[in-house]
T-cell receptor
Framework: AQKVTQAQTEISVVEKEDVTLDCVYE???????LFWYKQPPSGELVFLIR??????QNEISGRYSWNFQKSTSSFNFTITASQVVDSAVYFC????????????FGAGTRLTVKP | EPEVTQTPSHQVTQMGQEVILRCVPI?????FYWYRQILGQKVEFLVS????????KSEIFDDQFSVERPDGSNFTLKIRSTKLEDSAMYFC????????????????FGPGTRLTVT
């Protein structure tokens, strides 16, 4: 079974705080992609990062960083020094192996950053 | 950079009416997808399409839904007789694909069409 769990439904922080969004996934596939998307109030899905199952290196992009751990099937996302503009719903997603498999999305975490 | 486009951005329709949502996938892509997101909920897979036929579909994709690639560029989702519960954001996506390989091909998402059924 392919499944993505984002246990945190809503998180509220004050500007400049660091915040980590959790993502745990289940898959029997040995090759897969993991994604994070941001969905602002306007509704579009903004691609943030893609990570393939062979690459467990953590990644940092500006204030964003991702921690991929296959041993715990987790792909957590940290925003450092959060800003009001980071307020959005964040989705973690899994793309299983194969040519045309559907992507499985987590339920999303609504992040509110207060000034 | 090539991107997936969708029209219209917002569609309002009355219950029982037919709607067609349009997508233009990235030109060299071979696989096309529709996803749905009911307000406040997660994004859910509806259907995938390859070589002019449906590859996979979810239980959501019942007889009220159909997809078509009417020409070389458009990919459409038709809802025959809309219900209130069809109100959602509909995302189109496309991916390359073709040769079998270890890693899946990445799906690129369009900006979505917000469908409101009244």
């Amino acid at each position: 079974a392919q499944k993505v769990t984002q246990a945190q439904t809503e998180i509220s922080v004050v500007e400049k705080e660091d915040v980590t969004l959790d993502c745990v996934y289940e898959t029997r596939d040995t090759t897969y992609y993991l994604f994070w998307y941001k969905q602002p109030p306007s509704g579009e899905l903004v691609f943030l990062i893609r990570r393939n199952s062979f690459d467990e290196q953590n990644e940092i992009s500006g204030r964003y960083s991702w921690n991929f751990q296959k041993s715990t099937s987790s792909f957590n996302f940290t925003i450092t020094a959060s800003q009001v503009v980071d307020s959005a719903v964040y989705f973690c997603a899994l793309s299983p192996s194969g040519n045309n498999n559907d992507m499985r999305f987590g339920a999303g975490t609504r992040l509110t950053v207060k000034p | 950079e090539p991107e997936v486009t969708q029209t219209p951005s917002h569609q309002v329709t009355q219950m029982g009416q037919e709607v067609i949502l349009r997508c233009v996938p990235i030109s060299n892509h071979l696989y096309f997808y529709w996803y749905r997101q009911i307000l406040g909920q997660k994004v859910e897979f509806l259907v995938s399409f390859y070589n002019n036929e449906i590859s996979e579909k979810s239980e959501i994709f019942d007889d009220q839904f159909s997809v078509e690639r009417p020409d070389g560029s458009n990919f459409t989702l038709k809802i025959r007789s809309t219900k209130l519960e069809d109100s959602a954001m509909y995302f189109c996506a496309s991916s390359e694909g073709g040769e079998a390989r270890n890693l899946p091909y990445e799906q690129y998402f369009g900006p979505g069409t917000r469908l409101t059924v009244t």
